[in-house]
């Protein structure tokens, strides 16, 4: 089975590959029984420094650095977490999936709540652990370690009072767990791992919150900060401010960057992983997410095949899909771009359900690809228009490609490519698979 790598998974975007990571789930399972080696897929988090509760909590981390009480407990090399808000939104989704009970539907509701009152959000937070601990005794067996989230509460009471914010029950949730899977490793072998982020994901899998199979990983050691200008000069300082930009002259492609903010840059991991994949995924979402990796590994990317899903929208940040396909095109990158079957994304709604969407999607200050206009200045571009559409309930983000299509063609994909004939490029492939899958009118159309 070839390796997968996805730069970068989004909180709402990354939705399109969750039937795909839980089928792989299961074949890594059963390969496993068989005492089998299956080949791992990577995934690279995002941990962009941001606004709202996620930035609360980062001034909390830089306070709990010079507080004793956190000292007692954890020593001077303690890596803080980087910005969880997106790996917050998918454990959200997968939890109800993968706690195959009524606990998985409770931590997906749970980890959506923001409270006023920090007794609330923290009295959340410990029915939370609670509700995992009833499923994992062995886990959170050790009375010294569960001491932790009572130390944890009283130093975020602590640093929280007479400051007004609405807490999230989520990022107080990912945040404690990152603490006591850090606990955990006394009662591991150490040198099994590069990194604590590796325990902290290894523990979300041990707990089911998210799904086995893959690599997850973030980029850095600690997080890092967004930043880009305008084509005018006018410079966007972080993930943040991209969400508010209001101008009238989008980021240029070729500027956007990141740079470390706490912790050492880690770039030999992610060269690591591309050297080891046979295929590089581009999911949609924000350019903000994946360009300023473009930008900083184009060269390792060059010799890769690369897939991507290319977004149905873009933000008034955002140069539009032409700008961002002649921009890959000037970094000598080639990648399959995967489409809609439709021209825009609201093609096939009846007028009142389109009007809604119109407008819901201009209030987010975001435009609709244009497929047909655009994709005709690229006649020698490799695209494949198959990605169905669905229209999602009020409230679940709009409307969607749909996860089941992509499930199956990368699933195909990755069973063929790894032995594929050397006359057969990736794109020859992806395009057999599609026209199959396709012919066939799968339920998924």
């Not at 409770?106 to 601990?133: D, P």
């Not at 005794?137 to 509460?153: Q, W, Y």
């Not at 140069?319 to 771009?337: A, C, H, S, T």
Request: hydrophobic residues 35%.
């Amino acid at each position: 089975m070839a390796s997968i790598l996805f730069i970068v998974f989004s909180g709402q975007a990354s939705a399109i590959f969750d039937s795909f990571l839980y089928s792989h789930q299961e074949r890594y399972k059963e390969l496993k029984k068989s005492n089998e080696n299956p080949t791992n897929h990577f995934v690279i988090e995002t941990q962009w420094d941001n606004g709202g509760h996620t930035g609360f909590m980062l001034d909390f981390y830089d306070w709990l650095k010079d507080n004793d009480k956190f000292k007692n407990v954890f020593p001077d090399n303690f890596i803080m977490p980087p910005p969880m808000g997106d790996l917050k939104t998918q454990i959200s989704r997968w939890a109800g999936y993968l706690i195959k009970n009524e606990n998985g539907k409770n931590i997906s509701q749970s980890m959506g709540y923001r409270f006023a009152a920090i007794s609330q959000a923290l009295a959340e937070l410990t029915e939370l652990i609670n509700t995992l601990k009833e499923q994992n005794l062995a886990i959170f067996s050790d009375e010294d370690n569960m001491n932790i989230l009572n130390t944890f509460s009283d130093l975020y009471k602590e640093f929280s009072q007479d400051k007004e914010m609405n807490h999230s029950v989520g990022n107080l949730f990912l945040s404690f767990l990152y603490f006591y899977s850090f606990k955990r490793l006394k009662h591991l072998d150490q040198t099994l791992y590069e990194h604590h982020h590796q325990v902290f994901f290894n523990f979300l899998k041990d707990l089911s919150l998210v799904p086995r199979g893959c690599r997850f990983e973030f980029l850095i050691d600690g997080r890092y900060k967004l930043s880009a200008d305008t084509f005018d000069g006018i410079h966007i300082p972080s993930e943040h401010h991209f969400d508010d930009y209001v101008g009238d002259i989008p980021a240029n492609p070729e500027t956007y960057s990141i740079t470390a903010v706490d912790g050492e840059d880690l770039d030999h991991k992610f060269r690591e992983m591309i050297n080891v994949s046979d295929i590089v995924v581009i999911p949609p979402g924000s350019l903000s997410n994946w360009m300023p990796l473009i930008n900083k590994f184009k060269a390792q990317l060059l010799n890769k095949p690369i897939i991507w899903v290319v977004n149905s929208f873009y933000h008034v940040s955002e140069v539009n899909l032409r700008g961002q396909i002649e921009y890959m095109r000037k970094l000598k990158l080639d990648p399959i771009v995967l489409a809609p079957k439709v021209d825009t994304p609201f093609d096939g709604l009846d007028s009142e359900t389109r009007k809604m969407f119109e407008e819901s999607y201009s209030n987010q200050q975001k435009k609709p690809v244009n497929f047909n206009e655009t994709l005709a200045n690229f006649q020698d571009l490799k695209v494949l228009r198959c990605i169905p559409l669905k229209e999602l309930e009020a409230g679940e983000g709009g409307i969607k490609y749909k996860s089941e299509f992509i499930d199956i063609l990368l699933s195909q994909l990755s069973l063929k490519a790894e032995g594929y004939e050397n006359t057969e490029t990736i794109y020859e492939l992806s395009e057999k698979i599609v026209k199959s899958l396709l012919s066939q009118e799968l339920k998924v159309n």
